[in-house]
């Protein structure tokens, strides 16, 4: 009887002081300034980050030695890993000129998913699927692009829908194949992205909450709990900023191999 | 007619854990094969690696796709 009664009071008490459970309304941020309410948190990050990456690269380039300084030596790192690593063991030798894009593509998109972790900011725009469509319409019309300058419009669909497969199962493959390549590919592109940050951040929200919720609790066996809960924000809070690498990587290495297979040969 | 159980809320939460059941067996089998095929043949490993980070994020786009519609129709 006790123990119901406590359940219920710990609901209550969620209900009136914090959001919690954590919806889709908290990614909903006001304005920050009350005549401009398009101004959000997530157009000053958006900003944030082109400023920060143009002007790290900008001084990191601006005086090029022999031996590298500490900047230097990360900027021609992530470059360097875009061109060789990505670029041209994935399209191959004429990838070299997709590395500039490749690079840029993969320093923004790290950058505003960091965001979701670094203390004070906390919420990467990527979690809005707004920023992640953008982002994968670039990379869409981008291979589309290259594939149909290359071969031009008729020979880049014949090789991107006729697979070398007997004549009776092409019609079930050609549907099969256009959907994959014209429609899944930039869909899944832009959803993982925003899905990636947008459940990383409502996990975080789940067990920073929570523990605030366990806290909160009449019990005093239950409130030690939350410290478990904090605990455990802490260490998702890591691996978000393994995600967020990770996410950073999978969406350029996607990239890379769209276009090198708008440029192949054939099947 | 008297209630004997009632369940309130949205379902989306277990209907997220089925959904996750699949892509969870196929990011295993993913990094399993990796692993194996590395153990065989260690000099290939940085040759694979970009396939099985591919290969991850397109089995992994069903999970997320779950996440997704859980809340889109939820």
Not at chain 1, 127 to 132: D, E, L, V
Not at chain 1, 154 to 159: C, E, I, L, P
Not at chain 1, 233 to 243: C, D, G, P, S, Y
Not at chain 2, 33 to 61: D, H, M
Request: hydrophobic share 55%; glycine share 8%.
């Amino acid at each position: 009887m006790g123990g119901d009664a406590v359940v219920a009071e710990t609901v209550v008490l969620a209900q009136d002081d914090l959001p919690f459970p954590p919806s889709v309304e908290d990614f909903y941020l006001p304005g920050l300034f009350g005549a401009y309410p398009w101004i959000t948190k997530f157009t000053l990050l958006v900003w944030l980050a082109v400023a920060a990456i143009i002007i790290f690269f900008l001084v990191a380039y601006r005086k090029p030695k022999l031996v590298p300084t500490f900047g230097q030596w990360i900027a021609e790192s992530i470059y360097g890993f875009a061109r060789k690593n990505i670029a041209e063991d994935l399209i191959g030798h004429e990838g070299v000129r997709f590395a500039p894009y490749l690079a840029s593509l993969f320093c923004f998109i790290l950058l505003t998913n960091l965001f979701g972790i670094i203390p004070f900011i906390q919420i990467s725009p990527n979690s809005h699927i707004a920023f992640p469509i953008v982002l994968a319409v670039i990379s869409y019309v981008l291979f589309n692009y290259v594939g149909i300058r290359r071969y031009g419009f008729a020979r880049y669909m014949k090789n991107s829908l006729i697979l070398p497969a007997p004549f009776f199962v092409q019609p079930i493959l050609i549907p099969i194949e256009f959907v994959s390549t014209f429609l899944i590919r930039p869909f899944t592109l832009a959803v993982r992205l925003f899905a990636n940050m947008f459940a990383g951040h409502v996990i975080l929200l789940v067990f920073t909450l929570g523990g605030v919720v366990l806290f909160n609790a009449d019990s005093i066996f239950v409130k030690p709990i939350s410290l478990v809960s904090w605990a455990m924000a802490i260490a998702l809070t890591f691996l978000e900023a393994l995600v967020a690498i990770l996410q950073a990587y999978v969406f350029v290495v996607l990239t890379a191999s769209y276009v090198s297979g708008a440029l192949a040969e054939e099947h | 007619m008297e209630l004997l159980a009632q369940v309130e809320g949205s379902l989306s939460a277990v209907g997220y854990g089925l959904a996750a059941i699949g892509p969870g067996i196929g990011v295993g089998i993913i990094f399993a094969s990796y692993i194996q095929s590395t153990a065989r043949q260690p000099e290939s490993a940085r040759l694979t690696q970009p396939f099985v980070w591919v290969g991850f994020a397109v089995v992994e786009a069903l999970a997320l796709l779950g996440i997704a519609f859980g809340f889109v129709f939820g």
